[in-house]
């Protein structure tokens, strides 16, 4: 099934063709005065270098006309290997297409809303029959059998003839077409954005990334740049100022040699609050640390770290690298790196 992108914003056209496959794209003078396009020429040039197949309107009151104005229109430097003209359906309409086509030209008979205009635009040669799909479901129509209808007058009849499922509005129409089997479907850019969307989806594609993270990224590659160190001879009220002033709930107590005294948590200051009071305040972190820090080496994978979060159940694990202090790994580390 090809697939058209419709349009005439060309921010949207730019967008919308960065994809690389899209068979081409349709458009029309209604989109174009909605874009504020004055100089309707220049577009349809500027389009024509833009994506693979442009269809275009041809209008005319007579079959004459419709032929005149798609001449024209080529003589502006279009190529006639890709570009469609696109011709509204009535007795005129059909004639003019069935003369484009003895030129060799590509048609797009639309404005298609019975069984019966779709067969004569088949039977004039059309290279496309486009119903429009939400027009018709507007007006309380079945659109879907009309358009199944159309591909099986094609197949039954053996005309030369895509149908196109147009005027899209939601990605059900998509399905919808997918599953009568139309040869296209013009699509707007809002609706195309959509379709690879799905939640389970998203849910398992970040799962995965999380896991390659954890199995690829090491734990220096992952923690804060802030090394949230104090010396053992600091008092704890000027330890939680630092604390505050370092954004983590906990801080690293070093000797002053450099090495690891032991780590003091928010945990830890709330406990001894209520059990001493007030007056602990005053003591040095020295005094008061006296635990085997939980740590990990720097060139450690996340996934191993992830490990201590789960096994100990705590929120920070102090990083090492030689036996001095690093830095903070905090658990929320492991989903934001």
Same mark, same amino acid.
């Given at each position: 099934?090809?697939?058209?992108? @419709?349009?005439?914003?060309?921010?949207?056209?730019?967008?919308?063709?960065?994809?690389?496959?899209?068979?081409?794209?349709?458009?029309? /003078?209604?989109?174009?005065?909605?874009?504020?396009?004055?100089?309707?020429?220049?577009?349809?040039?500027?389009?024509?270098?833009?994506? /693979?197949?442009?269809?275009?309107?041809?209008?005319?009151?007579?079959?004459?006309?419709?032929?005149?104005?798609?001449?024209?229109?080529?003589?502006?430097?279009?190529?006639?290997?890709?570009?469609?003209?696109?011709? /509204?359906?009535?007795?005129?309409?059909?004639?003019?297409?069935?003369?484009?086509?003895?030129?060799?030209?590509?048609?797009?008979?639309?404005?298609?809303?019975?069984?019966?205009?779709?067969?004569?635009?088949?039977?004039?040669?059309?290279?496309?029959?486009?119903?429009?799909?939400?027009?018709?479901?507007?007006?309380?129509?079945?659109?879907?059998?009309?358009?199944?209808?159309?591909?099986?007058?094609? @197949?039954?009849?053996?005309?030369?003839?895509?149908?196109?499922?147009?005027?899209?509005?939601?990605?059900?129409?998509?399905?919808?077409?997918?599953?009568?089997?139309?040869?296209?479907?013009?699509? /707007?850019?809002?609706?195309?954005?959509?379709?690879?969307?799905?939640?389970?989806?998203?849910?398992?594609?970040?799962?995965?990334?999380?896991?390659?993270?954890?199995?690829?990224?090491?734990?220096?590659?992952?923690?804060?740049?802030?090394?949230?160190?104090?010396?053992?001879?600091?008092?704890?009220? @000027?330890?939680?100022?630092?604390?505050?002033?370092?954004?983590?709930?906990?801080?690293?107590?070093?000797?002053?040699?450099?090495?690891?005294?032991?780590?003091?948590?928010?945990?830890?200051?709330?406990?001894?609050?209520?059990?001493?009071?007030?007056?602990?305040?005053?003591?040095?972190?020295?005094?008061?640390?006296?635990?085997?820090?939980?740590?990990?080496?720097?060139?450690?994978?996340?996934?191993?770290?992830?490990?201590?979060?789960?096994?100990?159940?705590?929120?920070?694990?102090?990083?090492?690298?030689?036996?001095?202090?690093?830095?903070?790994?905090?658990?929320?580390?492991?989903?934001?790196?």
């Amino acid at each position: 099934m090809e697939l058209y992108l @419709d349009s005439a914003n060309l921010k949207e056209i730019e967008e919308g063709f960065k994809l690389g496959f899209l068979d081409g794209l349709t458009t029309t /003078p209604t989109f174009m005065q909605r874009e504020g396009i004055t100089d309707i020429d220049a577009t349809i040039v500027k389009l024509s270098k833009m994506v /693979p197949v442009l269809q275009i309107e041809a209008l005319g009151n007579t079959a004459e006309d419709v032929v005149k104005e798609a001449v024209r229109q080529l003589n502006l430097g279009l190529d006639p290997k890709r570009t469609v003209f696109k011709i /509204p359906v009535s007795l005129e309409g059909v004639r003019a297409c069935k003369l484009l086509r003895n030129e060799g030209l590509m048609v797009n008979v639309h404005l298609v809303y019975t069984l019966q205009q779709a067969y004569m635009a088949m039977h004039a040669g059309a290279s496309y029959v486009c119903p429009l799909v939400g027009r018709l479901q507007d007006q309380g129509h079945d659109a879907l059998a009309l358009v199944e209808q159309c591909v099986n007058a094609v @197949d039954h009849y053996g005309y030369d003839t895509k149908i196109m499922f147009s005027s899209v509005r939601n990605s059900e129409h998509v399905r919808n077409a997918i599953n009568i089997g139309v040869h296209t479907i013009t699509v /707007p850019l809002k609706v195309l954005k959509g379709l690879t969307d799905n939640n389970f989806t998203t849910l398992g594609t970040e799962q995965f990334l999380s896991d390659t993270r954890l199995m690829t990224v090491r734990v220096k590659e992952a923690i804060s740049a802030i090394n949230p160190i104090v010396t053992a001879d600091t008092n704890l009220k @000027d330890g939680i100022v630092k604390m505050t002033e370092f954004g983590f709930g906990c801080i690293t107590v070093v000797n002053a040699d450099g090495s690891v005294k032991g780590v003091f948590t928010d945990g830890d200051l709330r406990r001894l609050l209520q059990k001493e009071g007030e007056h602990i305040l005053g003591k040095k972190l020295g005094d008061i640390v006296s635990n085997t820090p939980i740590s990990i080496d720097a060139n450690a994978l996340l996934n191993e770290a992830s490990g201590i979060f789960k096994k100990m159940s705590v929120d920070n694990i102090l990083v090492t690298e030689n036996g001095r202090p690093y830095g903070m790994l905090d658990i929320q580390d492991l989903e934001k790196y």
